[in-house]
């Protein structure tokens, strides 16, 4: 295999793959799936997700961050002070961010945990990997906030994009690197398509986010358990995921992967 792929979100600490990792790595590595960024989203997925970095170190890259989903409580000083001390031994800050979706915590509660870890990639210089979903406005109203308090912002990400042309538009302004996932590969992910397009080549990163997003082509049998109905995505898929933005942009699948390789490597300052 010499294209050689890396996936900017693949979640190895969720419950549906970590029991299944090295078989998932063979996998992946088959279809040159050589590099990925395993997210944290709690303190406990954290230092799990730090752990498959020690154990893979040439493939993993880690990160520490309270997701949205479990921002259900006020960020308290003890809790901090452990994502600082995690956040020393990964390469991005994250998952975090925004998320108004039914089910998940109030925005207040959200909003204080995703100042405080921007702050906390700011004063250790790393990268921030980052979530937004219908919370657009409030999102880059504290990411503008802090960044006017600081004399250095660092690179951003943001994972998993489906919004709107207004939206990229403001993410590609503000010099973010856009992850874009199978949804592009979905029948009602047509506008994506169109958008794809949008992205500098410079900014434009790939991922799975498995074994969320998952789409039709990418259903594998290499796991031992009942999928749920979305599932199950894996990170041996995203050379799909290529496919279609390749088609898009009127590039080759090798010209992709060589291209979101070295983007994703520049985002995480490696």
Known sequence: MDQKFFDIDCNLTHVDLRAHVPRLLDAAQSVGVTSMLVPGTTLDTSKDAIELGRQYPEYVFPTAGVHPFHADTAPSEDELNQL?????QVCAVGECGLDYSEG??????????????????????????MHERRAFVD???IITKVRKEVSEFPNVAVHCFTGTEVELQAYIKSDFYIGITGFICKKHGASLRDLVTQIPKERLLIETDAPYMGFK????NETDYRAKKQYPNVPSALPLVAETVAVMLEMSVAQVAQLTVRNARRFLML
């Open 104 to 129: 998940f915590p109030s925005p207040e509660l959200q909003k204080a945990w995703l100042e405080a870890q921007i702050r906390i990639a700011c004063a250790i210089q790393k990268p921030l990997f």
């Open 84 to 88: 600082r001390e995690l956040s020393s």
């Open 139 to 141: 999102f880059m109203e």
């Open 217 to 220: 082509q990418c259903r594998r």
